[in-house]
């Protein structure tokens, strides 16, 4: 897939402005209201969660105050300003329990069998993902664990009618603590290679696994929202549709509610604009050898219009309503002329 690098930054970022911007309304009217504002995931493996720059730890060493401290976990992944240790501890990509049992080796040096317990106060390692474009609610996730694509849709409410029928998934941070298998690779975003992954909607409600990757912290997830179709002329309820994945001509105007009796299905005109032009390309098609199975469904784009005519009033679609029309209408015409009023009778 060829990936249109100004298009795709422009489109980030302002779906990115949006939904910040909406967050920072609902943060204002929750810190009013004394709750918390940015949605979290439940805490389920919680207990696996692993460090990383920026998370606070409180360290306490039972009946050693001088050795109580609360430490937080530099850029390069240690905590360095524990009392009395000259050598750092490392902390990255290790859980609490595991830290614990190197900061009491370290005192054992200075005490005899120290009783040092270390809990996490602060989770600042990992930061939200964001989900906007065609969801019912844009939000910044906080992710406390691994999350699938699936999970952070229902956080975020689902789809909206405007869902186009793909997800764009961008990411923004490496993978911290790679599992086996996995790598910590950088992320050029030169135009060259950018760190984009597309999902179909289709696809990830059929249940498929690759349909369903793990989001990482800091990954912006964009639901992209379709763009319109116009339908016009003789059909149940002229409007606009959304472009979805595959829309055909049929489909689209089904949507609509089908042709009416008098359109002329035969020469059903779709209006496409040329690219790069103002000047428009007008395609011909037969829609009702399209019904007929007699010729191939024809693919619709974005901002096309489509126009359905009216057949002519002696055509084969309209002649018997057009000679009904004539006789009743004459009829009563003569009868209006003449004065003459018929009278009605009801029977039992």
């Known amino acids: 897939m060829r990936i249109n690098v100004p298009v795709l930054i422009v ?11 909406q967050t920072q ?18 805490t389920q ?3 696996a969660y692993v460090l990383g720059p920026g998370d606070v730890v409180e360290v306490r060493v039972f009946g050693q105050p001088d050795l109580s401290a609360t430490a937080q976990v530099d850029s390069d992944g240690f905590l360095s300003s524990l009392p009395f240790l000259e050598t750092p501890i490392s902390a990255k990509c290790r859980t609490e ?5 190197d900061i009491a080796v ?21 930061p939200p993902a964001t989900v906007f474009g065609a969801v019912r609610q844009p939000t910044r996730v906080e992710m406390k664990r691994k999350v699938r694509l699936n999970e ?25 603590c790679p599992e086996p298998g996995e790598e910590e690779e950088a992320l050029p975003i030169d135009g060259t290679k950018i760190p984009l992954l597309i999902v179909k909607i289709s696809d990830l409600r059929l249940g ?26 003789s059909v149940v309820s002229p409007s606009g549709v959304f472009l979805r994945d595959q829309l055909t001509l049929s489909r689209a105007l089904a949507m609509v509610g089908g042709t009416r009796p008098e359109a002329k299905t035969s020469e059903v005109k779709i209006y496409r604009q040329k690219p790069g032009s103002l000047d428009q390309e007008v395609i011909t098609v037969d829609y009702s050898a399209i019904k007929k199975n007699q010729k191939p469904d024809v693919l619709l784009m974005a ?3 489509v126009e359905v005519p009216e057949a002519g009033a002696f055509s084969s679609q309209r002649i018997g309503t057009t000679l009904l029309g004539a006789l009743t209408g004459g009829v009563t015409s003569a009868i209006s002329s003449s004065g003459t009023y018929l009278p009605s009778r009801i029977i039992y």
């Open 11 to 21: 489109t980030v970022l302002l779906g990115l402005a949006v939904v910040l911007g």
């Open 25 to 42: 309304d609902s943060q204002q009217t929750s810190t009013a209201g004394g709750s918390s504002s940015s949605p979290s995931l439940d």
């Open 45 to 47: 493996g919680i207990k």
């Open 97 to 101: 329990k595991a830290v614990q049992k």
């Open 106 to 126: 370290a005192y054992s040096k200075f005490i005899n069998n120290p009783q040092v317990s270390v809990r996490i106060t602060e989770r600042n390692s990992r």
């Open 152 to 176: 952070l849709m229902s956080v975020s409410g689902g789809f909206t009618e405007r869902a186009a029928g793909t997800i764009q998934i961008l990411h923004t941070e490496p993978v911290m």
């Open 208 to 233: 498929k696994p690759e349909a369903n990757p793990v989001i990482r912290p800091g990954d912006y997830v964009l639901v992209t929202e379709a763009e319109p179709i116009y339908i016009t002329g």
């Open 303 to 305: 901002y096309d219009v």
